[in-house]
């Protein structure tokens, strides 16, 4: 291995107390519903509003492979007079939601790694959703682990993870930092319509951190060699939100349910698995790996059913679960987060020498692969 190695030494997670279980989720749901439709009876009547359907555990499951969610507040998301979270700004001077979560999987990462706050001189946060725009949560967290050095947020929505990895590893490469976190937190919770019975069951939050640095410097037995990154983006409206801080220049259209996370899923599907299998095949395959050697693929945790077809069409042929497991009857889809938390629960068990694939697919479209070698 070159002496330029860079590797991921150390991973961390953690996620907020509560879990909304799909059933839970819809009967708050559908007591909203019932609710809506009562409501609006005469509008209905008239055709002037169209009624709404009821969701099902089943259908999620199904659809989806999700059982579950962590989620910071469950009571505002369950109360059919309110269907968001209820999530109260902090004084300035206590740790924000978003950096509360990404500090407690630093903290975790760091100490996998053999490390403390002070050998960072890099935090990357990057994130689906910041919870403001300055100073960078990053810099918050940089503070509150005591790094050393610069810090500084990104948003690739899904690939948030994927594309800070890349960046960090190539600064490390380059010497303009010596030891990077990436921290990944999703408050996805905050930006989900809970009202929209085609995408209320998808998102959960959570985090996931790595500790990346060069090979030469690794304090443990066993870190993730880096072998290659490749990022792919290209336009599309199929997932979109258009919630900003222009928002307030249009106080009549602030609250309208595009300012809020929105997908056609069956386009984004049919997009989406031959663009991310293609990609990731020709990845792996330009750094002479042969696919069917590659143990594991952490693929981004969206849809159980998609990870099925993307792995079946990159390695040809179906895989067995533990060769790209899935986190979603758990954990739901946390964005950028996801295939890193796929990767700390999932690596341990894996033989020195062996290679996986981290990817992500998600808006934008974006899609990122980090190809990895267990030293
Ligand atoms: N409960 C019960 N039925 C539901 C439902 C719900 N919550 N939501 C939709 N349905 C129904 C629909 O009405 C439709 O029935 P109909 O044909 O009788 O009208 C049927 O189920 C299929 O709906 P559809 O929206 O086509 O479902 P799907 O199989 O495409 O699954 C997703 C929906 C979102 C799970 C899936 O499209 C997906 O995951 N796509 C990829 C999204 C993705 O990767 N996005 C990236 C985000 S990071």
Redesign the pocket.
């Known amino acids: 291995m070159s002496s330029s190695a860079i590797a991921i030494t150390g991973s961390g997670i953690s996620v907020p107390e509560h879990t909304i279980t799909n059933e839970e989720l819809c009967v708050g749901f559908n007591a909203y519903v019932r609710l809506f439709n009562d409501e609006n009876a005469a509008a209905i009547a008239k055709g002037e509003v169209v009624e709404l359907r009821e ?2 555990a089943e ?2 499951e199904t ?2 492979g999700i059982k579950q969610r962590y989620v910071v507040n469950k009571s505002g998301i369950l109360d059919p007079r309110i269907m968001r979270p209820v999530i109260e700004q902090r004084p300035d001077e206590e740790l924000c939601h978003q950096a509360e979560l990404a500090v407690r999987a630093c903290k975790q990462a760091l100490e996998n790694a053999g490390r403390v706050g002070e050998d960072v001189d890099m935090v990357l946060l990057a994130s689906s959703n910041l919870q403001r725009p300055y100073p960078a949560v990053a810099m918050e967290v940089q503070d509150a682990i005591g790094a050393r050095g610069y810090a500084y947020d990104m948003n690739v929505a ?1 690939s948030s993870g994927t594309f800070a990895i890349q960046t960090a590893v190539d600064n490390v490469r380059a010497g303009s930092a010596s030891c990077a976190i990436v921290v990944v937190p999703e408050i996805m919770s905050g930006h989900l319509n809970w009202c929209d ?3 209320h ?2 998102f959960g939050d959570g985090c996931a951190a790595f500790v990346i640095e060069p090979l030469a410097t690794s304090r443990v037995d066993q870190p993730w060699t880096v072998l290659g990154t490749k990022a792919l983006t290209r336009y599309s409206h199929n ?1 979109r939100n258009n919630g900003g801080y222009l928002g307030r220049c249009e106080p009549e259209r602030r609250d309208e349910p595009d300012k809020l996370f929105m ?1 056609q ?2 386009k ?2 049919k997009d ?1 698995v031959p663009l991310a299998a293609t990609f990731i095949r020709e990845h792996i395959e330009s750094l002479d790996i042969d696919p069917e050697r590659v143990s594991r693929y952490w693929l981004h945790q ?2 159980a059913n ?1 990870n099925r077809l993307i792995a079946k069409r990159v390695v040809g042929r179906d895989t067995e679960p533990h060769e790209a497991p899935t986190i979603l009857d758990t954990y739901a ?1 946390t ?1 950028g987060a996801g295939s890193m938390i796929a990767f700390h629960l999932h690596n341990q068990d894996m033989a020195a020498g062996s290679t996986g694939v981290l990817c992500s697919f ?2 934008g479209y974006s899609i990122g692969s980090i190809l990895l070698r267990r030293q």
């Open positions: 969701s099902t259908f999620i659809a989806s899904c019975r085609d995408s069951f998808i997932i997908q899923g069956r984004v599907f989406i969206a849809n998609m889809n964005a998600g808006a």
